[in-house]
Structure formats: C-alpha cells, structure tokens
C-alpha cells in the first residue's frame, strides 16, 4: 500500500504569494494533519481534519487555511507569502483523527517551500 | 499549551558508543512517540508508549515512558553509523488529536 503522498516536493515562490500544497491520505486513513518545520526544529502544529471537518487548528494566522476533500485528500493554502513561511510542511494521516492510544499518526515526505 | 522539552539538542559519538536522547515535560500525555528523520524527508515513527514506566525495544533501541507520563527517554547500544538521524519526540494531549514535538536531537555517528 502507498504511504502518505505530498505534492509538489519542492516550491519556489515570492513574498506575497499565494501556495496550495496538496496531501493523500493512507489508504482507509480519515484523517489529515498538517505540520510546519522550520530548520533545526520540531514540527508546529498547524491543522487537523477528520471527515472533512476541522478538529484542531494551532496557533497559526489566518493567511493558513485547509479544506479536507471527500476522498480524504487534504489542501493546505497559505496567503501573502511572508520569508518566515519557508519551511517544510508535513502532512500527517491517521485512521481516525485520535492520535497515541487509539491511533497513530503517519507522515509523508513533506513539501519544501522557500518563499523569496 | 504542552511543551517537550530534548536534550541533547547535538550529539556526535563514535560507532559502537552507547548514548541516551531524553524527552521532558511538565504536563501528562497520553502517549509518546519517537520518530527519526532524514534529511529532506518526513518522520519516520519508531515506536509509541501508552502506559507510564513502560518499556518497549526495537532492536538496539531502548525507549521508556516515565511513571507519570511526563517523560521519555531512548537509548541506543552499540550505535552504527546508519543510526545517523534527527530523533524527535512527540507527545498525544490527552484531550485531543495533534502531536507537540520536542526540538529534535541531531545525532551523528562517526565511523
């Protein structure tokens, strides 16, 4: 089976911008988180979807948003581009959206952005 | 807001050294994951503990969860130079679904 797939790998864009990174869930899995990892530190928790609904937001501003799609796939759209949006951005699924005793969460290989 | 803290944050040993990340916190999770990560590439899980004092072993790799669920640490015997990675923790709240990461512990094992 495919693990979590990301698109694209890599992206170049410019201060203001707009970017849609987009996410595909393990087969079966219902539900998509969304992670930012700046350089030389831990993932930040930016969203969490659970049949098309969000469950969980972190403390992100409000050019973030995500949506879930009826196949479990997942956007994440970031608006005006800032230099400190350059990061790697994860996408996390999991079978039912409640992570450590019931669940697990698996991540996929990330997209590079760089924001110039 | 949960916080994890690790330490250490660089780690540079030989190989066939024994050596020890540790994850801290002040609050109580409901599990605790370690991941390691390669460069450019997302986390790869090792392993979850669920229960306080719970140990769980994966070859060389020794990981326990505090009695109080408030810590964790991993332990690698004999480290091979493939163990070269970024190890993270990551605590479940108990309440809900996202994971906090610790900072990461950059560990490289020289031939």
């Known amino acids: 089976d495919a693990g979590v797939t990301q698109s694209p790998t890599h992206l170049i864009k410019t201060r203001g911008q707009h970017v849609t990174l987009r996410c595909s869930p393990i087969s079966g899995h219902k539900s998509v988180s969304w992670y930012q990892q700046v350089l030389g530190q831990g993932p930040q928790f930016i969203f969490q979807?659970?049949?098309?609904?969000?469950?969980g937001r972190g403390n992100f501003p409000d050019r973030f948003s995500a949506r879930q799609f009826p196949n479990y796939s997942s956007e994440l759209n970031v608006n005006a581009l800032l230099l400190g949006d350059s990061a790697l951005y994860l996408c996390a699924s999991s079978l039912n959206g409640r992570a450590g005793r019931t669940d697990t969460q698996y991540f996929g290989p990330g997209t590079r952005l760089t924001v110039l | 807001t949960q916080l994890l803290e690790q330490s250490p944050q660089f780690l540079s040993i030989q190989e066939g050294e024994n050596l020890t990340v540790y994850c801290n916190s002040s609050?109580?999770?409901?599990?605790l994951q370690w991941y390691r990560q390669e460069p450019g590439e997302g986390p790869v899980l090792l392993v979850t503990?669920?229960?306080?004092?719970e140990v769980k072993k994966l070859k060389r790799l020794t990981f326990q969860f505090g009695d109080a669920r408030k810590d964790s640490s991993l332990h690698i015997t004999a480290a091979q130079t493939g163990d070269t990675g970024l190890y993270l923790c990551?605590?479940?709240?108990?309440?809900?679904?996202?994971?906090?990461f610790g900072e990461g512990t950059q560990l490289t094992v020289n031939p």
């Open positions: 990551a605590g479940a709240e108990t309440s809900g679904s996202r994971l906090t």
């Open positions: 979807y659970y049949e098309k609904e969000e469950r």
């Open positions: 609050s109580v999770f409901s599990s």
């Open positions: 503990v669920v229960t306080g004092g």
